[in-house]
């Protein structure tokens, strides 16, 4: 299997409900940085995986609509503990949706499968896998 990375970053505020979350129940920040693993079998005829230019401005285009959010505001998220697992997988499917319309070309309807990998810190991350 073949595979590119492309990354970015996020910054969000939001707090969680449940005591696991203990002091993040509490409205913080959160700085993520982003990388969208594209993958697929075989290379395409140009001999890569996805445009890595395409890749990098359709996730730099999915992280812009939620940076800079609290997103306790934002109304997909209404009740919902928006974890790092939990972004990971809508920054994944946003993706998703833009592969499946075409935005990271032709090439890339050969894509196998995505991984979207939020890192909080240097010690901790959360991944989303899909296929394509």
Same mark, same amino acid.
């Given at each position: 299997?073949?595979?590119?990375?492309?990354? =970015? *970053?996020?910054?969000?505020?939001?707090?969680?409900?449940?005591?696991?979350?203990? /002091?993040?129940?509490?409205?913080?920040?959160? %700085?993520?940085?982003? =990388?969208?693993?594209?993958?697929?079998?075989?290379?395409?005829?140009?001999?890569?995986?996805?445009?890595?230019?395409?890749?990098?401005?359709?996730?730099?285009?999915?992280?812009?609509?939620?940076?800079?959010?609290?997103?306790?505001?934002? /109304?997909?998220?209404?009740?919902?503990? %928006?974890?790092?697992?939990?972004?990971?997988?809508?920054? !994944?499917?946003?993706? !998703?949706?833009?592969?499946?319309?075409?935005?990271?070309?032709?090439?890339?309807?050969?894509?196998?499968?995505?991984?979207?990998?939020?890192?909080?810190? *240097?010690?901790?991350? !959360?991944?989303?896998?899909? !296929?394509?």
């Amino acid at each position: 299997m073949f595979s590119i990375t492309v990354r =970015d *970053h996020i910054m969000v505020a939001h707090s969680f409900r449940g005591d696991v979350f203990g /002091p993040a129940q509490r409205l913080h920040g959160a %700085t993520f940085l982003v =990388d969208a693993t594209f993958r697929r079998e075989e290379l395409d005829e140009d001999n890569i995986v996805v445009d890595i230019s395409l890749a990098t401005r359709e996730l730099g285009a999915v992280v812009a609509e939620l940076n800079y959010r609290n997103l306790d505001n934002e /109304p997909d998220f209404a009740g919902v503990n %928006t974890s790092t697992e939990f972004l990971a997988k809508i920054v !994944a499917d946003r993706l !998703a949706e833009r592969v499946h319309q075409g935005a990271l070309g032709e090439g890339a309807r050969g894509l196998a499968g995505l991984t979207v990998t939020l890192h909080e810190s *240097h010690v901790a991350w !959360a991944s989303y896998e899909r !296929a394509l």
